[in-house]
């Protein structure tokens, strides 16, 4: 083990914490980094994520998302298949009070297929909300948010939040939202939702994958106003004490 190496670990290890954009980039430069010195940073980086997941149980950070879909994605066998035995189900624990299975939806995101993690979440909210599938209606009035439970709508925000790297989640949105003063004019624009006061066309004008801007993704259904999406930013499960993860 080289001194840069350890040195590359050690910086990881320190900054692990941190959830601001600028560390969180800096965190992915550093995983890539000791990926690099492989097999032993491949190593390293399911010893330290077994440390943080397993072993001391610390918060649930954004890099656990990007070593964990690194070494998901690893060709190293051995890898592959520690990571399948400790985290079968991903660093997100996929609860659900309507069991409903959020593996597709964890895969989805892993692989950057972002498009196909939109519509499986526009299937899970229709369904949450007890739309079923002989429903002809395929969006959800703001009347259907209340139904949707805090446990699975944070399940799914965390999901997009974790392996996005904080870049796309419902809280990211809603937290621009706040920090514009509940002003919707700017968050479409901050979220590239509206470019030149005019309205992005679903889909080829929105952006699917991670050159988007932040909050950009999941989608929702702000072209019937803003009563949906304001029912969604109120909803009970962004309360701190509903809020498990």
């Not at 083990?1 to 590359?8: I, L, R, Y």
């Amino acid at each position: 083990m080289t001194d840069q190496f350890k040195n590359h670990l050690s910086i990881l290890r320190k900054i692990a914490h941190l959830e601001d954009y600028f560390s969180i980039n800096k965190q992915t430069k550093l995983v890539k980094k000791i990926i690099g010195y492989n097999p032993s940073g491949l190593i390293a980086l399911l010893e330290l994520l077994i440390e943080r997941r397993i072993n001391q149980e610390t918060k649930l950070s954004y890099i656990d998302g990007t070593i964990f879909k690194y070494l998901h994605l690893s060709e190293v066998k051995i890898i592959k298949k520690q990571i399948d035995y400790y985290f079968k189900q991903g660093v997100v624990k996929l609860e659900s009070s309507n069991n409903i299975n959020y593996i597709e939806l964890k895969e989805s995101l892993i692989t950057n297929n972002f498009k196909k993690a939109n519509n499986l979440t526009q299937k899970y909210l229709r369904e949450l909300a007890g739309l079923n599938n002989k429903n002809d209606r395929q969006w959800l009035y703001f009347t259907d948010i209340l139904r949707i439970p805090a446990k699975d709508l944070q399940t799914i925000d965390t999901l997009w939040k974790i392996y996005s790297e904080g870049q796309f989640g419902f809280s990211i949105q809603r937290n621009i939202w706040l920090y514009n003063n509940q002003n919707w004019d700017k968050l479409w624009h901050r979220i590239g939702w509206k470019i030149n006061n005019t309205t992005v066309r679903y889909p080829n004008e929105f952006v699917w994958d991670n050159t988007a801007p932040i909050g950009h993704l999941p989608l929702f259904n702000q072209l019937r106003g803003v009563q949906v999406l304001s029912a969604l930013f109120d909803h009970p499960a962004w309360n701190k004490k509903n809020t498990s993860k």
